[in-house]
C-alpha cells in the first residue's frame, strides 16, 4: 500500500474501529416470534412479544413499551430472559433490544425484533 492511500484510509479505518484494539462493534440479529439464530456464541429463540408501544400514526399519552421473552442458549446453560425496550435503568444484560419494526394504527403486521450483543 503506497503512503498516500495509507494517508486516506486512515482516517476511515479510525472510525470503523479496525485499527483501535478492543474496538468491537455489536452484532445484530434479527427475528420474529418463533424464530432463532446465532447471535455470537448464543442461540436465540424469540419466544413472545408484548408491544405496547404508540403507533406511528396515532396520539398516545404514553410511549408504551416493547417486552421480548427469549431462551438463550450458550452451551449447556440455557437461560429464559425478559428484555424491553426503552430498557430500564437497572439493565446489566450483555444482549438488549436495538430496535424493532414499527406499529401502525389499524394494521397487524409481523414484529421483527433486533436483538445486540453489545452497545
Known amino acids: 500500500m503506497t503512503p498516500l492511500l495509507r494517508r486516506a484510509l486512515l482516517p476511515l479505518a479510525l472510525l470503523s474501529g479496525a485499527l483501535l484494539p478492543?474496538?468491537?462493534?455489536?452484532?445484530?440479529l434479527d427475528l420474529k416470534p418463533g424464530q432463532s439464530g446465532q447471535l455470537g456464541h448464543s442461540t436465540v429463540t424469540l419466544l413472545r412479544t408484548q408491544d405496547s408501544r404508540c403507533p406511528m400514526n396515532a396520539r398516545c399519552i404514553q410511549a408504551g413499551e416493547l417486552v421480548a421473552t427469549i431462551l438463550v442458549r450458550?452451551?449447556?446453560r440455557v437461560r429464559l430472559l425478559r428484555l424491553?425496550?426503552?430498557?430500564t435503568a437497572a439493565s446489566?444484560?450483555?444482549?438488549?433490544?436495538?430496535?424493532?419494526t414499527a406499529n401502525m394504527a389499524?394494521?397487524?403486521?409481523?414484529?421483527s425484533v433486533t436483538f445486540s450483543d453489545g452497545d
Open 92 to 100: 446489566t444484560a450483555a444482549l438488549h433490544i436495538s430496535g424493532a
Open 74 to 76: 450458550e452451551g449447556q
Open 106 to 111: 389499524g394494521q397487524r403486521l409481523p414484529l
Open 22 to 28: 478492543g474496538a468491537a462493534h455489536a452484532a445484530t
Open 84 to 87: 424491553k425496550l426503552p430498557e
